[in-house]
């Protein structure tokens, strides 16, 4: 099961899911709560409730799509999906769990750089009831100042849609999203970074890292270098979601 992250809809794990498919593994990449429609309508008429949302609700979303299913999945999420991997895990579910950039969860803090990259949610007008827009700008400077201009209009164009101020409230002043870290029940988790990652900086993923090897469960960090925050999508996609595939299947537990 692909869990994509804030500003994203299910359509970010199209390469991903082609490619596991393709490997002969069952896929599925459900959308948040109050945002499962086509990214046009998202953009033109968000759902009401859409900008107060929290953290508790999309996690309750997708532990009744696990449990409704036949056996456990492999969890793996991007950005807030990440957190949110790491937060099913805690609760007992999936048979292994990837976090790609993981939002923070409790404890650990943001460096000056994702800071500023988060002020234009910060500084919004009631920001923590509001649904709240990227601009394009914005895209490219945390997703993939790497890129080309015409290759982050494109998947600015194709991808992003407005998303819940309050999660970034949530996640800031660690509300909700706190996580059991000696939990030795949980499943292996793999904690992957991108070393250009402006959005969640690699130091960040590291400290997540730190607090997740307090449990007994199988933990590991995998950096990659060169790679921004969209590096489920962007050149060199493969490399990522080969090693983050493997590594599950290798320590999935039964």
């Not at 970010?12 to 069952?26: I, N, P, Q, T, V």
């Not at 033109?44 to 859409?50: A, F, G, N, V």
Request: with cysteine; glycine share 8%.
């Amino acid at each position: 099961m692909l869990v994509h992250g804030a500003w994203l809809t299910p359509a970010s794990w199209d390469l991903f899911r082609g490619h596991y498919e393709a490997k002969g593994f069952a896929c599925q990449a459900p959308g948040w709560p109050l945002q499962d429609r086509p990214v046009a309508e998202l953009r033109r008429s968000p759902h009401p409730d859409l900008g107060t949302l929290t953290i508790g609700r999309i996690v309750d979303h997708y532990e009744r799509l696990v449990r409704a299913l036949p056996e456990p999945p492999i969890l793996i999420g991007h950005s807030f999906g990440g957190l949110f991997v790491q937060m099913l895990l805690d609760r007992g579910l999936g048979a292994a769990g990837v976090a790609i950039d993981p939002a923070p969860c409790a404890g650990v803090f943001p460096t000056p750089t994702v800071l500023y990259g988060a002020l234009p949610v910060f500084t919004a007008w009631k920001g923590w009831n509001r649904v709240l827009t990227m601009t394009l700008p914005q895209f490219a400077w945390g997703f993939m100042h790497l890129s080309s201009p015409d290759e982050q209009r494109e998947a600015y164009e194709r991808h992003v849609v407005p998303t819940p101020g309050r999660i970034y409230y949530q996640a800031a002043f660690f509300i909700g999203n706190g996580i059991n870290f000696s939990n030795a029940a949980r499943a292996p988790l793999l904690l992957v970074a991108g070393e250009r990652d402006r959005t969640v900086s690699m130091s960040m993923v590291k400290a997540t890292y730190r607090k997740q090897r307090q449990s007994t469960a199988a933990t590991e960090y995998k950096p990659f270098p060169d790679r921004t925050h969209w590096l489920i999508a962007d050149a060199g996609w493969q490399e990522v979601a080969d090693y983050a595939i493997e590594w599950a299947a290798a320590h999935a537990r039964a």
